[in-house]
């Protein structure tokens, strides 16, 4: 059985010199590309940022989601979570993943195959809008055990994996200029320019991740999508479509206040 999950977001070796502690030399892993150094790499911790890079970060994130010109845009980041969020899912609950797709009206649709019904499928439909703002969150754990390298190795390592799976062009092309932006940053750019992305990165997710289940609420009220997530969870559950709204607005809302609590805990120390 096909099963299909439509997500309508808003519409529906020497290399460089190894970090300065004042961040401004640039971190390259070419620095230790023995299996062992790549690891150490990898698994050890970064300088914290400044609290102002830490604050600014978060208002330059707002200012990617609220004003809707903007929103039209950035958002198709947060479809590349929801719809990557639905595959991972997938793949776990032992179904197979058919395909991904992502439109340039930041809509995405994610086609896998498996029981038509059960707990593997009701998982897999409510991947989709949970996944931006607890992949923010894991992101925000991170930063907060000042891992940045690894979290920019991460979010690389998850954008290749949902590459495989992307079956059109645009959807091609999104990824990948993601994925790019990730892969440069933390090859080539500065301590600081690195935690700066990073930062913003994890803010995007939290604070984008809120938005969407909102805009499918005030669409569906004007009569459209109605096949979303939430609609096919109430099919699947018998539980009113309002209350898996309710769902996706308590994981967003606990995500954003967790995470933002995590990123901002060396701003809240100095205040206390």
């Excluded at 604050?55 to 947060?78: C, F, G, I, K, S």
């Excluded at 290749?160 to 750019?189: C, D, E, H, I, K």
Aim: aromatic residues 8%; contains cysteine.
């Amino acid at each position: 059985m096909e099963s299909i999950y439509s997500a309508f977001i808003g519409a529906g070796p020497d290399g460089p010199s190894r970090t300065a502690a004042d961040g401004t030399g640039p971190v390259s892993l070419l620095g230790s590309a023995s299996p062992g150094g790549l690891w150490d790499r990898l698994s050890g911790t970064q300088p914290m940022p400044e609290t102002w890079l830490i604050v600014a970060t978060a208002l330059l994130a707002l200012a990617l989601v609220l004003p809707r010109p903007v929103w039209r845009v950035t958002r198709n980041a947060v479809t590349v979570a929801h719809e990557g969020g639905h595959g991972l899912v997938a793949l776990l609950t032992g179904r197979s993943l058919e395909g991904i797709r992502l439109h340039s009206d930041t809509s995405g649709l994610t086609v896998s195959r498996g029981r038509p019904t059960g707990l593997g499928m009701i998982l897999t439909a409510a991947a989709g809008y949970t996944a931006p703002p607890l992949l923010g969150l894991g992101g925000a754990w991170l930063l907060a055990a000042d891992r940045i390298t690894l979290l920019l190795w991460a979010a690389t390592a998850l954008l290749l994996a949902l590459l495989v799976m992307v079956r059109n062009a645009y959807g091609a092309l999104v990824v990948v200029l993601t994925g790019a932006a990730f892969l440069l940053v933390s090859w080539l750019a500065t301590a600081q320019t690195q935690a700066a992305f990073a930062y913003t990165a994890v803010w995007f997710l939290l604070l984008g991740g809120v938005r969407p289940a909102f805009e499918l609420q005030s669409k569906r009220r004007h009569g459209g999508a109605p096949d979303s997530d939430a609609d096919q969870l109430s099919r699947l559950t018998g539980v009113p479509v309002g209350l898996w709204f309710l769902f996706f607005h308590t994981v967003s809302l606990c995500s954003l206040i967790g995470g933002g609590r995590w990123l901002l805990a060396p701003w809240l120390a100095e205040l206390g």
